[in-house]
C-alpha cells in the first residue's frame, strides 16, 4: 500500500507516526550539514520539530503551525534550490518536516502524500549524488514497511528504531561521497 492508499485508512495518529519515520529517515542528512555549518540554534530548533513529530498528537495545533512557520525562516526553505553539497540535500529533510508539521496543524491527511514524495525525493537526489540509485527503492521500501507496521498496529518505538537505522544508512552513503 502506497502513501496514498494509506491516507485512506490511517487515523491521524497513524499519518503522523507515519511521516514522523519519514522525517527521521530523511534528518541525519539535515543534522549533519547544519553541524558543518556550526548552526547550533538552527540545530536546536530541527531536532525539536523531529521531536515534536515523534510526541503523541497534541490538540495545541498552534504549536505544529508555529513551528512549521519557524522552519520557512530557516537557511535551507530560504534558499532552497541556490543550496549546494549536503546543504542541497538537507533542504529535502527540512521540506519533509515542514509537509509533516503542515498535516498536524491541519489536521488532514492531504499533506501525507506531500510529506511522502518529498521523502523519495530527498532519497532519489542523494543516490543520484552518490551513485547509489537503490536509495529511492529502499525508501520506497521503508514507507511501505512502516504502512504495514502501522496498520498492523506496531510501536513508535519499533518505527522509530527502523527509521533511525535506515537514516544511517543514507547519511553514510552521502557523506563517504562528499569526504572522498
Do not use: K
Amino acid at each position: 500500500m502506497n502513501a496514498d492508499q494509506f491516507a485512506g485508512v490511517a487515523s491521524l495518529q497513524q499519518a503522523a507516526l507515519f511521516a514522523a519515520g519519514c522525517a527521521e529517515r530523511a534528518c541525519g542528512v539535515l543534522f549533519w550539514a547544519v553541524s558543518e555549518d556550526d548552526r547550533r540554534d538552527d540545530l536546536d530548533r530541527y531536532h525539536e520539530a523531529l521531536e515534536l513529530l515523534w510526541r503523541p498528537l497534541s490538540s495545541d495545533v498552534a504549536r505544529y503551525s508555529s513551528t512549521r512557520s519557524g522552519l520557512e525562516r530557516m537557511r535551507e526553505m530560504r534558499f532552497g534550490d541556490e543550496l549546494e553539497g549536503s546543504a542541497a540535500h538537507a533542504l529535502y529533510a527540512a521540506v519533509v518536516l515542514h509537509s509533516a508539521l503542515g498535516m498536524l496543524a491541519r489536521r488532514s491527511l492531504d499533506g501525507l502524500a506531500e510529506c511522502s514524495a518529498a521523502a523519495r525525493n530527498g532519497a532519489f537526489r542523494i543516490g543520484a549524488r552518490t551513485g547509489h540509485h537503490l536509495v529511492l527503492d529502499l525508501e520506497e521500501r521503508c514507507q511501505a514497511e512502516d504502512v504495514e507496521r502501522l496498520l498492523d498496529g506496531g510501536s513508535a518505538d519499533e518505527l522509530r528504531e527502523s527509521a533511525r537505522r535506515r537514516g544511517r544508512e543514507r547519511l553514510r552513503l552521502l557523506y563517504e561521497h562528499y569526504r572522498r
